[in-house]
């Protein structure tokens, strides 16, 4: 069974910062496409940021230079530094997994996912 838990949500002020964490059980994540996604209410969902199989980074743009998406191997563990929080940044976070290639962006080629875990930005 494959298992996905988001950790490090929560409420900051315009201009701080989080740290997200996502533990895996189940699933090697340094072999796979692996990504932080999130959905803000009454919006589609969002690719924020993603590290494929060999290690290739990618942003959106609108989080370029104030995210950053890394992974500790031995922990098994995927996370998402946030910093410069911006009240747009608000939504739920979800952490996610692709078995097969690497659809960056898309989130239909995604097929394992965390429950989420809710930021909020005020400003």
């Known amino acids: 069974q494959v298992l996905l838990t988001e950790s490090g949500g929560g409420s900051v002020q315009s201009g701080g910062s989080l740290r997200l964490s996502c533990a895996v059980s189940g699933y090697i994540i340094s072999r796979v496409c692996k990504a932080w996604l999130r959905q803000a209410p009454g919006k589609e969902r969002e690719g924020v940021a993603v590290?494929?199989?060999?290690?290739?980074?990618r942003y959106a743009d609108s989080v370029k230079g104030r995210f950053t998406i890394s992974q500790d191997n031995a922990k098994n563990t995927l996370y998402l530094q946030m910093n410069s929080l911006k009240p747009e940044d608000t939504a739920m976070y979800y952490c996610?997994?692709?078995?097969?290639?690497?659809?960056?962006?898309?989130?239909?080629?995604?097929?394992?996912w965390g429950q989420g875990t809710q930021v909020t930005v005020s400003s």
């Open positions: 996610a997994l692709q078995s097969y290639g690497c659809g960056y962006f898309n989130s239909d080629r995604y097929n394992y």
């Open positions: 590290i494929d199989a060999f290690g290739d980074v």
